[in-house]
């Protein structure tokens, strides 16, 4: 199983990145996914999670309303899209394939102005 995160870097308050994770290594369309993220001193948290279909998706309170997660099942890939984001909301962001216990190797995000 290997998942490969892109679409970190730095933002100003407010603004939006989109974060994609390419997987490979298992049948896709299967299995949940799900993005955490950890920021420095702080425990890794769930962010969203999204069934297999898609058709089921869920955020941490923090991000509702601002984040969408979402999925193609043709690409192999989840994307994490963020909106009006805030300082807070830094931290390194990682994509995670729950039925593997799989974690990719983590994107930065920093929002500051």
């Known amino acids: 199983v290997q998942l490969v995160e892109s679409g970190g870097g730095l933002v100003q308050p407010g603004g939006s990145l989109r974060l994609s994770c390419a997987t490979s290594?298992?049948?896709?369309?299967?299995?949940?996914m799900s993005w955490y993220r950890q920021a420095p001193g702080k425990e890794r948290e769930l962010v969203a999670y999204i069934s297999r279909s898609g058709g089921t998706s869920n955020y941490a309170d923090s991000v509702k309303g601002r984040f969408t997660i979402s999925r193609d099942n043709a690409k192999n890939t989840v994307t994490l899209q963020m909106n009006s984001l805030k300082p807070e909301d830094t931290a390194v962001y990682y994509c995670?394939?729950?039925?593997?216990?799989?974690w990719g190797q983590g994107t930065q995000v920093t929002v500051s102005s």
């Open positions: 995670h394939a729950p039925r593997f216990n799989s």
């Open positions: 290594g298992f049948t896709f369309s299967s299995y949940a």
